[in-house]
């Protein structure tokens, strides 16, 4: 017990140490909210208030598009939503690397050869290998996929409504979280989640471990980049439930795409057409490819996209949902456009406007991920698009930061900038995407419409057209298939929240969840 002491004592003061040595005097002189606590920091308010943003949006108000947070223990934190900034910071991905806290997630969870673990060479020759797995032909070529995915979250919907009251509320969660796995299942690896009911129970367990931040969490990210190495074997020797957990399901779905990979690969061998699931083309063109991935490094994908698509995708489809069902003028221009848009293997759902200014207005107003890290590398300078004068009165149109400073890209905040979106920015409203509004903040970023929900750069989601055929299929199904509506008093009950991904959070603590009247179109 004397050494555990010692050991976690030890962690204290590298922390304290840390913090006091890593920031400049410019970063101190940076302006930004005053910390409530020198244990969290900002980060309570940043990360548990409820409905997400309430201090973040304030603060980018009161002090511009990069200020100044507080971490644990007092650590000096850059809130960044300038476009300048970012572009730069989303550019050089090898001096602003992903947080020790994110990195050791996705190694316990993903595995070292994921594509969101792995940093330089190896991110770049795997990436080149999956590329085509993600092209536009191999996306398209799976539509037929996405939508028997779409039809059967419709007839499991349709028994419901058929079962319900008349205006009697349907949480939607669960549902849309099942039929988005079950299309990655069937679109990305080829295989069938639901029918393997073990495989889908572990999932749930961690979708809800995702959903639960609290102050203790918050402790342990600060925390986990100090720990040595022996303190950290012992953890993972007695890991607490939620890593079990987390461990039980990376074991699981490692199991599974061991198998899945194998018979892919001796299909391919012996001539066999290959099916059309990107993990079959991402066998296929690494067996041509000059460059190849390992076993080990195909298996690592299989976990790190099933994951990354379909919570992302499930929580972006419950808010259209819960928007639309706020305005159905908007519900049923969209439906109108969607009947006249004529049989679904015909749709070409990139011409269709208003579907199309929907989801961008979901991905800017509701970002999937809120707010991601990046600390630094080395020395280096940010640009701004702006110069800030500091809180002692300097003048300053660029920030010099040291080895280690903690940056937080904040796309919430981005998409929030009225410079970029206009002076409405803070409103849901996907006219801006029809009428030509949409001011250019002279610093495109990401690969979709200059958003941030896919991030930019060389480290830009790979999935991103993915998800967008997802959205677009799952949402034209259900609008066609369905009508929605707000039950009584459902704007109170239910906060946007920040749990890893965004998530429609219940204001009595119970969990995510989407209740919203459901009715069936005959």
Same mark, same amino acid.
């Not at 650590?75 to 050089?92: F, G, V, Y």
């Not at 994908?301 to 994951?307: C, G, L, N, Y």
């Not at 690969?447 to 896919?454: A, G, I, K, Q, T």
């Given at each position: 017990?004397?050494n555990?002491?010692?050991?976690?004592?030890?962690?204290?003061?590298?922390v304290?140490?840390?913090?006091?040595?890593?920031?400049?005097?410019?970063?101190k002189d940076?302006?930004?909210?005053?910390s409530?606590?020198?244990?969290?920091g900002?980060l309570?308010?940043?990360?548990?208030?409820?409905?997400?943003?309430?201090y973040?949006?304030?603060?980018q108000?009161?002090?511009?598009?990069?200020?100044?947070?507080?971490?644990?223990f007092g650590?000096?934190?850059?809130?960044?939503?300038?476009p300048a900034?970012?572009?730069?910071?989303?550019?050089?991905?090898?001096t602003?690397?992903?947080?020790?806290?994110?990195?050791?997630?996705?190694?316990?969870?993903?595995g070292?050869?994921?594509?969101?673990y792995?940093?330089?060479d190896?991110h770049r020759?795997i990436r080149?290998?999956?590329?085509?797995a993600?092209?536009?032909s191999?996306?398209?070529?799976?539509?037929?996929?996405?939508?028997?995915?779409?039809h059967?979250?419709?007839?499991?919907?349709? #028994?419901?409504c $058929?079962?319900? %009251?008349?205006?009697?509320a349907?949480d939607? =969660?669960?549902?849309?979280? +099942?039929?988005?796995l /079950?299309?990655?299942?069937e679109g990305?690896?080829?295989?069938?989640?639901?029918?393997d009911?073990?495989?889908?129970?572990?999932?749930?367990?961690?979708?809800?471990?995702a959903a639960?931040?609290?102050?203790s969490?918050i402790?342990t990210?600060?925390?986990?980049?100090?720990?040595?190495?022996p303190?950290?074997?012992m953890i993972?020797?007695?890991?607490?439930?939620a890593?079990v957990?987390?461990l039980?399901?990376?074991?699981?779905?490692g199991?599974?795409?061991?198998t899945?990979?194998?018979?892919?690969?001796d299909?391919?061998?012996?001539?066999?057409?290959?099916?059309?699931?990107?993990?079959?083309v991402?066998?296929?063109?690494?067996?041509?490819?000059?460059?190849?991935m390992?076993f080990e490094e195909?298996?690592?994908?299989?976990?790190?996209?099933?994951v #990354?698509?379909? $919570?992302?995708? %499930?929580?972006?489809?419950?808010w259209?949902? =819960?928007?639309?069902?706020? +305005?159905?003028d908007? /519900?049923?221009?969209?439906?109108a456009?969607?009947?006249?848009?004529g049989?679904d293997?015909s749709?070409d759902y990139?011409?269709?406007?208003?579907?199309?200014a929907?989801?961008?207005?979901?991905?800017?107003?509701?970002s999937?991920v809120?707010?991601?890290?990046?600390?630094?590398?080395k020395d280096?300078?940010?640009?701004?698009s702006?110069?800030?004068?500091?809180?002692s009165g300097?003048?300053?149109?660029?920030?010099?930061?040291?080895?280690?400073?903690?940056?937080?890209i904040?796309?919430?905040?981005?998409?929030?900038?009225t410079?970029?979106?206009?002076?409405?920015?803070?409103?849901?409203?996907?006219?801006?995407?029809?009428?030509?509004?949409?001011?250019a903040?002279?610093?495109?970023i990401g690969?979709?419409?200059?958003l941030?929900?896919?991030?930019g750069g060389?480290?830009?989601?790979?999935g991103?057209r993915?998800s967008?055929?997802?959205?677009?299929i799952?949402i034209?199904?259900?609008?066609?298939k369905?009508s929605f509506?707000?039950?009584?008093?459902?704007?109170?009950?239910?906060?946007?929240?920040?749990?890893i991904?965004?998530v429609?959070?219940?204001?009595?603590?119970k969990?995510?969840?989407?209740?919203?009247?459901?009715?069936?179109?005959?």
């Amino acid at each position: 017990m004397e050494n555990i002491a010692f050991a976690f004592g030890a962690v204290f003061l590298a922390v304290v140490f840390a913090r006091f040595r890593r920031s400049g005097d410019l970063i101190k002189d940076i302006p930004g909210p005053p910390s409530p606590s020198w244990l969290f920091g900002n980060l309570l308010e940043l990360i548990l208030e409820v409905p997400y943003g309430v201090y973040e949006f304030q603060w980018q108000k009161k002090y511009g598009p990069l200020y100044r947070t507080r971490g644990c223990f007092g650590e000096n934190r850059l809130m960044i939503s300038d476009p300048a900034t970012l572009k730069h910071i989303l550019s050089h991905p090898g001096t602003y690397m992903k947080s020790p806290q994110q990195q050791l997630v996705n190694l316990t969870g993903l595995g070292q050869g994921s594509l969101l673990y792995v940093e330089g060479d190896a991110h770049r020759r795997i990436r080149a290998v999956m590329n085509p797995a993600f092209s536009a032909s191999s996306i398209r070529a799976l539509s037929p996929t996405l939508r028997e995915a779409a039809h059967e979250i419709s007839e499991v919907w349709e #028994a419901l409504c $058929d079962a319900q %009251a008349p205006n009697e509320a349907l949480d939607i =969660y669960p549902s849309l979280h +099942n039929t988005t796995l /079950q299309a990655v299942g069937e679109g990305v690896v080829g295989y069938n989640f639901q029918a393997d009911k073990d495989f889908a129970a572990r999932y749930n367990n961690l979708v809800v471990i995702a959903a639960d931040r609290s102050k203790s969490s918050i402790l342990t990210d600060g925390i986990l980049p100090y720990i040595p190495k022996p303190v950290m074997n012992m953890i993972m020797h007695f890991p607490p439930p939620a890593l079990v957990k987390l461990l039980e399901f990376k074991s699981a779905i490692g199991a599974l795409a061991k198998t899945l990979i194998k018979d892919k690969t001796d299909a391919l061998e012996l001539g066999i057409e290959p099916e059309k699931d990107l993990i079959s083309v991402l066998v296929g063109s690494n067996s041509q490819s000059t460059s190849k991935m390992t076993f080990e490094e195909i298996q690592d994908q299989f976990a790190t996209i099933t994951v #990354a698509g379909e $919570d992302t995708t %499930a929580n972006t489809v419950a808010w259209s949902l =819960y928007e639309l069902a706020k +305005n159905p003028d908007l /519900q049923e221009k969209l439906r109108a456009e969607l009947n006249e848009a004529g049989p679904d293997d015909s749709v070409d759902y990139d011409r269709l406007p208003i579907l199309n200014a929907l989801i961008k207005e979901i991905l800017r107003l509701y970002s999937t991920v809120p707010q991601t890290e990046r600390v630094a590398a080395k020395d280096s300078v940010l640009p701004l698009s702006e110069p800030i004068t500091t809180a002692s009165g300097k003048f300053v149109t660029e920030i010099p930061i040291k080895k280690g400073q903690h940056l937080v890209i904040a796309i919430s905040s981005y998409h929030r900038l009225t410079s970029v979106w206009g002076e409405d920015a803070e409103q849901f409203k996907p006219s801006r995407w029809l009428d030509g509004n949409v001011a250019a903040s002279g610093a495109s970023i990401g690969p979709y419409s200059n958003l941030l929900s896919f991030l930019g750069g060389s480290r830009t989601c790979i999935g991103w057209r993915f998800s967008l055929a997802e959205l677009q299929i799952i949402i034209a199904e259900l609008i066609c298939k369905f009508s929605f509506a707000l039950p009584e008093a459902s704007e109170a009950g239910i906060q946007p929240t920040f749990a890893i991904t965004l998530v429609p959070m219940a204001v009595d603590g119970k969990g995510p969840k989407l209740p919203l009247r459901v009715v069936r179109l005959r």
